[in-house]
């Protein structure tokens, strides 16, 4: 299944060639690679080379290195968690702003909300509503719910209704980076009722089967969200460094 790798890099060559074979589903999740000493063989490399390889796979989610008698490698099917991981090393280094990651919220959620006033059932019609419920508990016990997973999982749970994989991937992380953003900044009540009041009005208007509502609603959330955190963080950046 193997080639040689290349002496230039000879790891970089080993990592594509099980990715590809992965992508291809010449291996599929579950499926064990083959020992030790006849990847070595297929490779032509050295038991380190072909190690550091495999430890680099396994940070990426395609494989599970077993351990014990048995144990070995084995093909992973990549969750969201990794692939969140990955884009946000990469996005680290590009200074995302709250204005990039509302910008994409912009474009996708109004036709989410759409989406489901227009098609949702009468189950998930209810399983939003104890989302928003919950969400309404943890703010009445602690008067703060930024951060707070059911705030999240409003909007999450709109983008895994659509049955969209990318639309789920891209909000997934979207909403992992704007709670790190008021992890940090700490909005305070005032914020979070905004939130819930936002999330009442779309959630009647999906109820409703109201669809232009329902976008309006989610686009008026967004837009106030974008305006509050930018004003926030702002205000941070201006204040005097502690000396």
Known sequence: MFRSASHDKMSTHIIRQVREAILKGQLQPGQCLPPEKDLITQFGVSKHTLREALRSLEAMGFIEIKRGAGGGPVVSEVDMETTRDSIANFLHFQNVSVKDLSEIRKIIEPYLARLAAERFSAQEIEKLEDIDRKCRKIFEKKKNVVGAKEEVDFHVFLAQASRNPVMVMILDFVNSMLTDLK?????????????LDS???????????????????????ICDVENELEAMRDKEEKQPNPK
């Open 199 to 221: 999330h009442e009005k779309i959630f009647n208007a999906i109820k409703a089967g109201d669809a232009d509502a329902a976008e309006k609603a989610m686009l008026g959330h």
């Open 183 to 195: 992890t940090h900044i700490k909005p305070g009540q005032e914020f979070s009722q905004h939130v």
